[in-house]
C-alpha cells in the first residue's frame, strides 16, 4: 500500500510539475503575446486598448503574415515626430498646423523590408489608400495625430460633418510627379483612418494587373496605371481594393465591355446617372483617357477586347 500511495503521489507530483511548466509556458506565452517589440521605441499590441488605437497588419516584421495589432495614440507620439503648416490639402479650409509620423517612418520600423513596399491606408467607409515606395519617396505622407494642436475630437468635420479622425494623412506640400493621359499624380489625403497595411505591391497590384493577350498594350497599361490609383480607392477585386462604391472590379469589367458608352459618360459625369452616388466626377478626361480606362477593363471581361 505504501509503494501504491508513493507511485500515485510520484504520478500526481509529475503531473503537478509538468501542469505548473506548462502554465508558465503559457503565461510566457500571453506575456509575449501582450507587446510584441517590433524595433527600438514601439511595441505592439494583440488587443484595442482604445477606440483611439490604430490598427496595423499585412506583413509585419517578426510575425505571421496577416497578424492584426494596434498602436496606441501614446506609442504614435512617442515616435519621431514631423510639424509643418498643410497650406494646400483640401481637407483643410485654410492652412493648418499639423503633427504626426511619416509613412516612411512607420514602413521602415514595422514593414517586413525589404518585401513591404506598399502601405495601405483602409478608412471606416472602406475607403483605400494605397501608397507605393514612389509616391512615399515623392511626397512623404504624414500620419496626422494633431491638427493645430488639437487631438481628432478637435478636428474640424468634412463637407458631410462626418469626424475626419481618429486619423488621417496629409503632405506638407504636393506636387504632382507624373501625368498619364489626362490623369494627374493626385494627393492621397484620407481621413477616418483606422488601419493601416504593409503590404508587397506586387502581390496587391498583382490582382489588378491586366489580362489576356493585350495586356502590354500601351492603352492598356496606361488605363491600369489610371485605374490603379484613381478607381482602386474604391472598388474592390476582391479582398484588394476599396470597398466604398460596393461595385466591384468584375462589375465594372462587365460595364466597359457590354455599355462602353454608359460607362464613359458615367466616368466623366456619374452624378448624372446616380445623383446619390459620392463618386467625383472626371470632367476633364479626355476621350483617350476614357478609351484607356475602357481598354484596361475589358481585359477582364470574357466579351472584351478580342
Not at 509503494?3 to 509538468?18: E, H, K
Not at 503632405?171 to 510627379?177: D, E, R, V, Y
Not at 501625368?179 to 489625403?189: C, T
Request: charged share 15%; hydrophobic share 40%; aromatic share 8%.
Amino acid at each position: 500500500m505504501q509503494r501504491a500511495w508513493i507511485g500515485l503521489l510520484t504520478t500526481a507530483s509529475i503531473f503537478l510539475v509538468g501542469k505548473t511548466a506548462l502554465l508558465s509556458g503559457r503565461a510566457a506565452e500571453t506575456r509575449q503575446q501582450s507587446v510584441v517589440s517590433v524595433a527600438a521605441g514601439i511595441a505592439l499590441h494583440p488587443l484595442r486598448l482604445s477606440p483611439a488605437d490604430l490598427e496595423i497588419g499585412g506583413d509585419l516584421a517578426g510575425l505571421p503574415p496577416g497578424t492584426t495589432r494596434f498602436l496606441t495614440r501614446n506609442d504614435l507620439l512617442a515616435l519621431p515626430q514631423v510639424r509643418y503648416t498643410a497650406t494646400d490639402d483640401s481637407n483643410f479650409t485654410s492652412p493648418a498646423k499639423v503633427r504626426g509620423v511619416t509613412l516612411e517612418e512607420l514602413m521602415q520600423r514595422l514593414g517586413t523590408a525589404p518585401e513591404s513596399d506598399l502601405v495601405i491606408a483602409v478608412c471606416y467607409d472602406k475607403y483605400r489608400a494605397h501608397y507605393l515606395r514612389s509616391y512615399l519617396t515623392a511626397h512623404h505622407p504624414l500620419l496626422v495625430l494633431e491638427v493645430n494642436g488639437q487631438p481628432p475630437a478637435g478636428w474640424p468635420k468634412d463637407p458631410g460633418g462626418n469626424e475626419m479622425g481618429p486619423y488621417m494623412i496629409s503632405h506638407a506640400t504636393f506636387t504632382p510627379s507624373f501625368k498619364i493621359l489626362s490623369q494627374s499624380d493626385e494627393a492621397q489625403i484620407p481621413w477616418g483612418v483606422v488601419r493601416l497595411e504593409f503590404r508587397k505591391e506586387s502581390t496587391v497590384l498583382g490582382v489588378i494587373a491586366p489580362r489576356g493577350p493585350h495586356a502590354t498594350d500601351p492603352a492598356v497599361q496606361a488605363g491600369f496605371g489610371i485605374a490603379q490609383q484613381n478607381c482602386f480607392r474604391c472598388h474592390n477585386m476582391g479582398n484588394e481594393g476599396g470597398q466604398k462604391a460596393g461595385i466591384s472590379w468584375t462589375a465594372l469589367a462587365a460595364f466597359a465591355a457590354n455599355t462602353p458608352k454608359a460607362f464613359a459618360a458615367y466616368v466623366r459625369n456619374p452624378q448624372a446617372t446616380n445623383p446619390q452616388t459620392q463618386m467625383a466626377g472626371n470632367p476633364d478626361y479626355d476621350d483617350a483617357t476614357v478609351a484607356a480606362l475602357e481598354t484596361y477593363f475589358q481585359t477582364f471581361s470574357p466579351q472584351g477586347k478580342p
